[in-house]
C-alpha cells in the first residue's frame, strides 16, 4: 500500500512538473552538489534546482491550491 502511494506521488510530480539543473545569474549551469548530513540517517542536503510546471494548467492549478 506504502509502495503504491510513493509510486503515485512521484509519477504525479514527474508528470506535471519539469525538475532540472538551475541556472545562475551568469547564465550559467548550476552543478548539484553531491553532499549528504552527517546524521545516523543520512539525508541529502538542500542544492539548487529548477522545477516549472509543465503547462499554463498546471500552473494555474498550483496557484489555486498554494491560496488554500
Known amino acids: 500500500m506504502a509502495h ?24 550559467q549551469i548550476i ?7 552527517p546524521a545516523l540517517v543520512f539525508m541529502p542536503l538542500p542544492f539548487k534546482r ?6 499554463a494548467l498546471i500552473r494555474g492549478t498550483v496557484n489555486e491550491e498554494k491560496h488554500l
Open 50 to 55: 529548477s522545477v516549472k510546471p509543465r503547462s
Open 31 to 37: 552543478e548539484p552538489t553531491y553532499e549528504y548530513s
Open 4 to 27: 503504491d502511494s510513493v509510486w503515485f506521488n512521484v509519477v504525479s510530480i514527474l508528470t506535471t512538473f519539469n525538475i532540472g539543473k538551475t541556472i545562475g545569474d551568469d547564465g
